[in-house]
């Protein structure tokens, strides 16, 4: 069971514009700044978006966050098929259990 | 070339010991918070524990499933990160990443490639 939550899957056409959820609490997202990364099949992750909303040079424009309160999302418009992959949501979290925390995941597919 | 390599994963039975390495190039290692995240096959990630830099007393902290039993250690001069594993269960089998914090972004920006851990008898 992760800290944060998101949904285990999400999909979309080439194109379309989808959205990926992360929910979390007071003492992580609702304090602290969201990162977010991309995990390709059989890959490392990869930092796509920190700071709840800005991308590291090199990731398409196409990739946009944001956060409200205790949740965040990633945006992905302009769906592209090399977007099919495994998407993360992680924060600092105040309490002492556990430092860093990182949503369970969600795979999304490009139909 | 900015980047980590992970080494040092493998097959260990129950209640052996394990340590791994992250050796980073192309950036000031030193002043790096370096950490160990893990991911069990088919599942997500999971903060393992890092390393502060000297400045910060190379502060450590772990995740409750590891503390204890899993120590991180850092070499300056080698430019090297270190993941000390002990008393290791059949629930620490994953691929484990070492990763830079960049503080400024509060944010994991290099990754390594991942080293394979496998317990089992």
């Known amino acids: 069971q992760s800290v944060l939550t998101q949904p285990p899957s999400a999909s979309g056409t080439p194109g379309q514009r989808v959205t990926i959820s992360c929910s979390g609490s007071?003492?992580?997202?609702?304090?602290?700044?969201v990162t977010w990364y991309q995990q390709l099949p059989g890959a490392a992750p990869k930092l796509l978006i920190y700071n709840n909303d800005r991308r590291p040079s090199g990731v398409p424009d196409r990739f946009s966050g944001s956060k409200s309160g205790t949740s965040a999302s990633l945006a992905i418009s302009g769906l592209q098929s090399e977007d099919e992959a495994d998407y993360y949501c992680a924060a600092w979290d105040d309490s002492l259990s556990a430092p860093w925390v990182f949503g369970g995941g969600t795979k999304l597919t490009v139909l | 070339e900015v980047q980590l390599v992970d080494s040092g994963g493998g097959l260990v039975q129950p209640g052996g010991s394990l340590k791994l390495s992250c050796a980073a190039s192309g950036f000031t290692f030193s002043g790096a918070a370096m950490h160990w995240v893990r991911q069990a096959s088919g599942k997500g990630l999971e903060w393992v524990g890092h390393i502060r830099s000297k400045a910060n007393n190379y502060a450590t902290a772990y995740a409750a499933s590891v503390r204890g039993r899993f120590t991180i250690s850092r070499d300056d001069s080698e430019k090297t990160a270190y993941l000390q594993m002990n008393s290791l269960k059949t629930e620490d089998t994953g691929v484990y990443y070492c990763?830079?914090?960049?503080?400024?972004?509060?944010?994991?920006?290099?990754w390594g490639q991942g080293t394979m851990v496998t317990v089992s008898s």
């Open positions: 007071s003492s992580n997202i609702g304090t602290n700044t």
């Open positions: 990763t830079r914090l960049w503080i400024g972004w509060s944010a994991f920006d290099i």
